[in-house]
């Protein structure tokens, strides 16, 4: 591995201290039964985690989505709603097909917004915050609604949703603990979220019984995590006393959630339990912060790695993500964590190294062990706060709000540098010197041999090797080792902190920082903090005896540091959305038959709405084009559909048919009783989010009277197409034809008059037979005069005496 020494200094800085993780939790068990299986399929975009892409595309992916998930107990695992609610945390990451300026900003909530009103949620607003580039202590919320009734009774669902990935300097954030209650930063972030939703309730005048969503994943997880359980202690005073919330009509799904509640709050006690966290115990940031410091998740833990299920969420990943299921298949995955040890001759530090007895062959136990031992090189929770948290956390921020050019910027001349070797050479005598405690002294044959030992590799370098590091660098980091190795720690650690600043004032040079910004990042505490950490981290382990190892190439603290930052992909790889949502997958039998996505499917799909006068309620059936029965319509939804990517969501302004844009569909219906019925048909197009409309419609029919929405299949493949929709009314059964009843609902009133105006300003169009109705004084043609008449009779005044009688038809 080119150049893995100076590399793996850069890896660290940047990525390794981002999790030190210990899960506990037991796998919560399901207790609701499917809703009825009135769900539909949908599909939606969201940022790639990980994977080759290029700038501005995204990954696609599946939902499921039926009202009917929120129509039953919060407190009980419902595994369709667990992976819905993934799937909406993973869309509401700031989304990479934005640019990354003031103007960008503005739309990266672009993905969030569109799948909450692709199911039906409307006044969707979202916080300054999601909208502006991140700073450390910024975190975007977006609020929605839709009305959910349960029972007969009428619920406002309202969604609170904090944004999951794209973090960028927020990043530094989760590096906030504080010295008591729950971690800092992740806790005034759910305050914020919360003050965000109390303002949107009062805005938008919500009042009476609500049911609550919020979901989230990794940050974004942890916030809602400790939102959930401030509105279970609490909802009246977050949301206001206009509204009314019990903690079974709370929905709080997370996944890879950090801990972050203190555990002096009992975050375990039962009146949490609905707040569900999914997550793989063999990931670093699952439970970050540590066990040991004192934190914890409130509510029941969902570990989603099951052996019977392997194969199942490899085959699911395939789908999802071929890039990804090709590494983790091949190369990244925690099942091939193992203990490593260095070969500096070729840079390699990939040597397994099964036998090593101080330090576990198992991930699991490797984590827990790492997280323990963190909290001890800090001093735990306090000495964190006090010494570790300022340092650890801006560093973080600046490294994490870099964009790709200027992140490689930096990471080069990390990599470049030679005095990050130095700095390596430090960090390692520190570490050795301080584990003696001043009681163990070094022999100078040790030190000799140590010293020719590093020579000796010096001189078998060239500059070609693939180490990256020449011999000269090797030969001066020797001498130095040698004098480390003799002094005082204290005065060592000063050394390693005058490397790492001078490191870090060049790398942060390369990538455009600021002379503040480097000051205020280089200054020698904090840089004797992070040394501190850096060199316990890297050379230390739990499982280590306190004697000194021997000063030889592979000693056990070289093998230490070889394990972790051999192993840093495999710690993380299950941190990645797309392997998490293939997990969920297993434990959802509604995605029993994913697919690829089709073509099709990929452009987008036809929304259809339709109204009718008075909200009179409709039945039928949508079929294809060879007469199957595809699905039934009852009471104006859509039931048992046999194709899941048909179906009907349910909205505040009256909802639309989601009809597929491969195929020829008909949807035929019948309304109870005669009514005006209006279609709309409108093409919607998935990348963009958008829907054309090409077809706006009114056509009047009675109670015997079958209407027919024609859809055929789409006449090219992009949106919006040329494709001719039509909507027909065939006459059925007997009926009488009253004179003056434009909307042909049994009635002559005012409403007829008001028909035949919008008829006539071309708002919609009428029926022939309508026509025919609405012309009152038999000239041919329906005009004011007609309005006239009609308004007239409605009114009781004078009128011609056929008005609001039967037709006599010969």
Request: hydrophobic letters at 40%; aromatic letters at 10%.
């Amino acid at each position: 591995m080119k150049r893995m020494i100076k590399k793996g200094l850069a890896v660290l800085l940047s990525v390794i201290l981002a999790g030190s993780v210990c899960v506990i939790g037991a796998s919560a068990e399901s207790t609701t039964p499917d809703a009825d299986a009135n769900y539909y399929n949908g599909a939606f975009y969201y940022r790639p985690s990980t994977g080759e892409f290029d700038p501005g595309t995204e990954n696609v992916e599946v939902y499921t989505y039926t009202d009917d998930y929120f129509k039953h107990s919060g407190r009980s695992f419902n595994e369709h709603l667990a992976t819905l609610s993934f799937a909406l945390a993973t869309a509401s990451a700031n989304s990479t097909r934005e640019t990354f300026a003031d103007e960008g900003y503005r739309n990266k909530n672009r993905d969030a917004v569109a799948f909450l009103e692709d199911t039906g949620f409307s006044e969707i607003s979202y916080n300054l915050d999601y909208a502006i580039k991140p700073t450390k202590d910024t975190i975007g919320v977006v609020c929605a609604q839709k009305q959910i009734i349960e029972n007969g009774k009428a619920y406002t669902l309202l969604v609170i949703l904090p944004r999951s990935s794209g973090y960028e300097a927020e990043w530094g954030d989760n590096f906030v603990l504080g010295t008591d209650g729950n971690a800092a930063g992740f806790d005034a972030c759910a305050e914020k979220c919360l003050a965000f939703a109390k303002d949107y309730i009062t805005e938008k005048g919500l009042s009476g019984d609500i049911k609550v969503w919020t979901t989230g994943y990794s940050r974004g997880a942890s916030v809602a995590n400790l939102l959930a359980a401030k509105l279970i202690d609490d909802p009246q005073g977050y949301l206001g006393d206009t509204v009314s919330l019990t903690s079974d009509n709370l929905y709080a799904y997370t996944c890879a959630t950090p801990s972050a509640a203190d555990v002096d709050n009992n975050p375990r006690n039962d009146k949490y339990a609905g707040i569900f966290n999914s997550y793989l115990q063999t990931e670093m940031a699952a439970a970050m912060a540590p066990i040991d410091m004192g934190f914890d998740r409130y509510g029941t833990d969902h570990v989603l790695y099951k052996a019977e299920n392997y194969d199942k969420m490899l085959a699911n990943l395939a789908i999802s993500n071929n890039y990804v299921y090709s590494v983790y298949n091949d190369s990244i995955n925690s099942k091939f964590f193992h203990p490593k040890r260095l070969d500096l001759t070729d840079g390699s530090i990939g040597l397994v190294d099964d036998e090593n007895p101080y330090i576990p062959n198992d991930p699991i136990l490797y984590l827990k062990g790492l997280c323990t031992y963190m909290n001890q090189i800090t001093g735990g929770r306090e000495g964190y706060a006090k010494t570790y948290e300022q340092p650890l956390s801006d560093l973080i921020t600046y490294i994490m709000s870099l964009p790709n050019e200027k992140s490689a910027a930096l990471i080069d001349s990390i990599a470049d540098n030679n005095e990050s070797v130095y700095l390596v050479t430090a960090l390692y005598a520190y570490f050795m010197r301080a584990k003696s405690e001043g009681n163990i002294s070094f022999t100078a044959e040790q030190i000799r041999q140590k010293a020719a030992e590093l020579a000796g590799v010096a001189a078998s370098l060239d500059d070609a090797a693939d180490t990256g590091i020449d011999a000269a660098t090797v030969a001066t980091a020797s001498v130095l080792l040698a004098t480390f190795l003799i002094t005082d720690a204290e005065v060592v650690k000063d050394y390693a902190a005058g490397y790492l600043s001078n490191v870090l004032k060049e790398a942060m040079t390369a990538s455009g920082a600021t002379q503040e910004e480097i000051e205020n990042l280089t200054d020698m505490e904090g840089c004797r903090a992070l040394s501190h950490i850096l060199s316990h981290l890297i050379l230390g382990n739990i499982w280590q005896s306190d004697e000194i190892r021997p000063l030889y190439l592979n000693n056990e603290q070289i093998r230490a540091a070889a394990t972790l930052i051999g192993n840093a992909p495999n710690l993380v790889v299950d941190h990645v959305s797309e392997i998490i949502i293939a997990w969920l997958k297993t434990e959802d039998h509604y995605y029993d038959d994913y697919t690829n996505l089709t073509e099709a499917q990929l452009t987008g799909y036809r929304r259809v709405y339709i109204n009718t006068s008075d909200d009179t309620a409709f039945n039928g059936s949508i079929i294809d084009a060879d007469g199957n029965r595809l699905a039934e319509i009852s009471n104006g939804i859509v039931k048992n559909s046999t194709d899941k990517w048909i179906g009907f969501t349910a909205s505040d302004n009256g909802g639309f048919f989601r009809i597929p844009a491969d195929k020829d569909i008909r949807i035929q219906l019948n309304t109870m009783r005669s009514a005006a019925v209006s279609v709309g048909i409108g093409e919607y197009e998935l990348y963009d989010a958008e829907t054309t409309m090409l077809l706006d419609e009114s056509v009047n029919a009675r109670a015997t009277d079958t209407v027919t929405v024609a859809l055929p299949s789409l006449s090219k493949k992009e949106m919006p197409s040329d494709t001719e929709y039509s909507v027909t009314v065939t006459p059925g059964g007997e009926g009488s034809d009253i004179l003056g009843d434009a909307d042909m609902d049994g009635t002559v009133n005012v409403i007829d008059a008001t028909w035949i105006q919008r008829h006539n300003t071309q708002l919609i169009t009428l029926s022939d037979q309508a026509i025919e109705l609405s012309d009152v004084d038999k000239d041919g043609s329906i005009t004011i005069m007609d309005v006239t008449a009609i308004q007239r009779y409605a009114s009781n005044m004078e009128v011609p005496e056929a008005i609001g009688k039967p037709i006599e038809r010969t």
